[in-house]
């Protein structure tokens, strides 16, 4: 909760960070730390912005994801996950992960986090105090109680390895073995 300091969080299972990606999301908090109480990273291999890489073409778009934080696709499907994340594998390779980085916006409702980032200010308005639900306080209750929305940093770009029930699966697979490979 200190003032003119930037807090990040940052799942442990955040397997890749593209160059420039805390840069600009630090960036993306202090452009609106007045409106926004918060900031997302562009998290790969979350409900909403699997939704919004799919949208824009930049994923396969069978089976779709419906941006919900709890998509059955996007949240437990192991083989899927494996797909997109052989495409994002794909698009590094390539040079051409420029495709995922997305528009910035305001975000309402509950989200996955993956990485989210606030100013100190901010989160002294409420006391500091998240309980143990802390993904439905974060991005639903703490934005309604200040009346300040969620935004997400487009440019701020990172790779989720895997929600618990995509594990199984992907733990059977050399995906992590690939992103360690990456430089």
Same mark, same amino acid.
């Given at each position: 909760?200190?003032?003119?300091?930037?807090?990040? &969080?940052?799942?442990?299972?955040?397997?890749?960070?593209?160059?420039?990606?805390?840069?600009?999301?630090?960036?993306?908090?202090?452009?609106?730390?007045?409106?926004?109480?918060?900031?997302?990273?562009?998290?790969?291999?979350?409900?909403?912005?699997?939704?919004?890489?799919?949208?824009?073409?930049?994923?396969? &778009?069978?089976?779709?994801?419906?941006?919900?934080?709890?998509?059955?696709?996007?949240?437990?499907?192991?083989?899927? +996950?494996?797909?997109?994340?052989?495409?994002?594998?794909?698009?590094?390779?390539?040079?051409?992960?420029?495709?995922?980085?997305?528009?910035?916006?305001?975000?309402?409702?509950?989200?996955?986090?993956?990485?989210?980032?606030?100013?100190?200010?901010?989160?002294?308005?409420?006391?500091?105090?998240?309980?143990? =639900?802390?993904?439905?306080?974060?991005?639903?209750?703490?934005?309604?109680?200040?009346?300040?929305?969620?935004?997400? +940093?487009?440019? =701020?770009?990172?790779?989720?390895?895997?929600?618990?029930?995509?594990?199984?699966?992907?733990?059977?697979?050399?995906?992590?073995?690939?992103?360690?490979?990456?430089?």
């Amino acid at each position: 909760m200190e003032s003119n300091t930037v807090y990040i &969080k940052c799942d442990d299972d955040i397997c890749y960070f593209h160059p420039g990606a805390i840069r600009s999301l630090v960036e993306e908090v202090i452009k609106h730390q007045d409106e926004n109480y918060a900031v997302l990273a562009n998290v790969f291999n979350v409900p909403h912005t699997t939704l919004l890489h799919q949208k824009s073409g930049a994923l396969d &778009k069978e089976p779709m994801s419906t941006g919900d934080p709890r998509c059955p696709v996007a949240c437990t499907d192991g083989p899927f +996950a494996e797909r997109i994340h052989r495409q994002f594998l794909a698009k590094h390779h390539a040079g051409s992960l420029e495709q995922l980085v997305l528009p910035s916006h305001n975000v309402s409702g509950r989200a996955r986090i993956g990485v989210m980032a606030w100013a100190g200010e901010n989160f002294a308005r409420f006391g500091g105090q998240v309980g143990p =639900a802390d993904e439905k306080e974060l991005t639903q209750r703490i934005p309604q109680l200040l009346g300040m929305p969620l935004r997400l +940093a487009g440019k =701020a770009l990172c790779s989720h390895y895997a929600f618990s029930h995509q594990r199984g699966h992907l733990d059977t697979t050399d995906v992590l073995d690939q992103y360690g490979a990456l430089t």
